[in-house]
C-alpha cells in the first residue's frame, strides 16, 4: 500500500472518530419504515400510511410488487395491496433499500457521476441475488436484495471525504486503492450504527474475500457471486477472475462456470429483477 494511500485512510478513519466526518444517516422515510416494522403490533395500514407520504417510493413499490419478482397473477393498482402481497418484512427490507438511492448523490460532477455508478451496480447486484437466493438457498430473498443494494455503502463518507480533498478526486488511482482498502469496514461500520439485521451487517467487508471459509452460504456468499455475473465478460480485474478459486460457488452448490446451460436459464428472471429495482 503506497503512503499516499496509507495516509488518507488514517486520514478518514480519524476524521470519523473525531465526528468531523460523519458517517451517512438512513433517509427519513427508511427510519419510519423499520420503526413500523419493528413494532409487532403495528399493521400494514400503519406501513401503507408511512410509505405512502412518498409518492416516488410507493411507485417503486407497486412496480416490485407486480414485476416477475413476485408472480402474482393480477396487476396491482394500489400500495395497500402491494404491501399485501409483498408482507410486513419484504416490505420493510425492500422500502429501506430503494429509499437508499437519494444517499447516492453529490453536489461535485465528479462524486455525483461515482455514486450514480455504485448505486447501479448495486441494484444490478441486488437483482442478481433476489434470483440466487431463490433458486440455491433457504435464505429470505429481500435480505438478499437488500444485501445488494448495500454492499458498497462505504464508498459513502470516503467520497464525502474526496469531495471536500479535491485533489483525491483529480487522482482517482489513489481514490480507487483507498476505496478498496476501506469500504468494507467502512461498510460494516455504517451498518451496525444503523443496526441492521446482523446476518448483513459483514456483507461489505466479507463480499471480496474470494477465500472466505464458513459453515453455509450467506448473504455474503450471495453478494459475491452476484457482483462476479454482473462483471462477466467486462474485461474488469473481477470479470478475469478465475471463478474456480471462488469459495461461495460451493456453498450455495453452484457451478462456478457461469457460463453453463442453468445460469442461461436465470437470465431473463435476473434482467426482470434488475427492471424491477431501477
Not at 419493528?38 to 414485476?67: E, F, H, M, T, Y
Not at 452476484?226 to 473481477?238: K, V
Request: charge should be negative; proline fraction near 4%.
Amino acid at each position: 500500500m503506497s503512503h499516499v494511500v496509507e495516509r488518507v485512510r488514517d486520514e478518514i478513519i480519524s476524521a470519523i472518530k473525531n465526528d468531523q466526518l460523519v458517517l451517512p444517516t438512513l433517509p427519513e422515510v427508511a427510519l419510519q419504515v423499520r420503526e413500523v416494522a419493528d413494532d409487532p403490533d403495528a399493521n400494514l395500514d400503519q406501513l401503507a400510511k408511512v410509505i405512502g407520504n412518498d409518492a416516488a417510493l410507493s411507485a417503486r413499490i407497486i412496480r416490485v410488487a407486480n414485476s416477475p419478482l413476485l408472480r402474482g397473477n393480477r396487476q396491482i393498482e394500489d400500495l395497500k395491496t402491494a404491501l399485501g402481497r409483498l408482507g410486513m418484512e419484504y416490505t420493510c427490507n425492500l422500502a429501506t433499500g430503494l429509499a437508499m438511492e437519494q444517499m447516492f448523490q453529490a453536489t461535485s460532477d465528479l462524486v455525483d457521476s461515482r455514486l450514480r455508478d455504485v448505486w447501479m451496480r448495486s441494484s444490478e447486484v441486488a437483482g442478481i441475488c433476489h434470483v440466487l437466493c431463490r433458486h440455491y438457498t433457504k435464505l429470505q430473498p429481500d435480505k438478499a436484495m437488500l444485501a445488494g443494494l448495500i454492499h458498497k455503502i462505504g464508498v459513502l463518507p470516503i467520497l464525502t471525504y474526496a469531495e471536500e480533498h479535491s485533489s483525491l478526486l483529480t487522482d482517482s488511482l489513489t481514490l480507487d486503492r483507498v476505496i478498496d482498502e476501506l469500504q468494507g469496514p467502512l461498510g460494516d461500520m455504517i451498518l451496525k450504527v444503523w443496526e441492521f439485521p446482523e446476518e448483513l451487517i459483514h456483507v461489505p467487508s466479507r463480499h471480496m474475500k474470494f477465500d472466505r471459509k464458513a459453515d453455509a452460504a450467506d448473504y455474503a456468499d450471495l453478494v459475491t457471486v452476484a457482483l462476479l455475473q454482473s462483471h462477466m465478460g467486462d474485461g474488469s480485474a473481477l470479470g478475469e477472475m478465475d471463478y474456480q478459486s471462488v469459495t461461495a460457488f460451493e456453498r450455495l452448490g453452484m457451478d462456478p462456470d457461469m457460463q453453463s446451460a442453468e445460469a442461461e436459464d436465470l437470465s431473463d428472471e435476473m434482467a426482470a429483477a434488475m427492471m424491477a429495482l431501477q
